[in-house]
């Protein structure tokens, strides 16, 4: 048997030693999390980097038929990538932020969903490197339409409604939440 090992990254270029926060349940977000310096230049209160890392293993005959594969989804927040302005930070921009990386979440709880579906063929790496290409697509517009629908988390009431949306749609996907 031969096994192939692949990883990609999805939403953020970063260094390969570059810490990194993996999404739990039980850790919420603090601003000491947030360790870059802030960007004058930007109208935002904080940015929260995360993504989602990726990486498959493939089990082949001698004959190259595809007999088994293994996928491992993360998402991660990064530290050193994410920053906050001291005076305007407060609890519900905090909020605003996890919800970000909740959203990264959210969108890894579907790539497991959509890895959970495929069945083991020939064609397999290219249907794991599809699924891969699209689901780096869809947060980052999600990512962007909560920060305008929000204001960037000035819009209370949009904020709640997002925060409910987000937490409802984490439940539904409860199977593929990442393992701690």
Same mark, same amino acid.
């Given at each position: ?5 692949? @990883? ?21 977000? +603090?601003?000491?999390?947030? =360790? ?9 209160? %904080? ?23 293994? +996928?491992?989804?993360? %998402? ?8 906050? =302005? ?6 519900? !921009? ?11 979440? @959210? ?45 960037? +988390? ?9 925060? !409910? ?6 439940? =539904?996907? !409860? ?6």
């Amino acid at each position: 048997m031969l096994k192939v090992i692949l @990883l990609f990254c999805g939403f953020l270029f970063f260094k390969q030693d570059e810490p990194v926060l993996s999404w739990s349940e039980v850790h919420r977000l +603090s601003w000491a999390d947030f =360790k870059s310096k802030p960007n004058d230049n930007e109208n935002a209160a %904080a940015i929260t980097a995360s993504g989602i890392t990726f990486g498959f293993s493939i089990t082949q005959t001698d004959k190259n038929q595809v007999v088994s594969f293994t +996928s491992e989804v993360h %998402a991660h927040f990064y530290p050193e990538q994410s920053w906050y =302005k001291v005076e305007q930070a407060d609890d519900y !921009a905090l909020g605003h932020e996890q919800l970000h990386f909740y959203i990264t979440e @959210l969108y890894a709880r579907k790539f497991r969903e959509r890895i959970s579906e495929l069945r083991v063929s020939n064609n397999i790496r290219k249907e794991l490197k599809g699924i891969h290409e699209n689901i780096n697509k869809e947060p980052s517009e999600i990512q962007s339409a909560y920060d305008y629908e929000t204001d960037y +988390s000035r819009n209370y009431e949009t904020q709640d409604k997002s925060s !409910a949306f987000i937490r409802l749609e984490l439940q =539904k996907l !409860a199977t593929y939440k990442s393992i701690e």
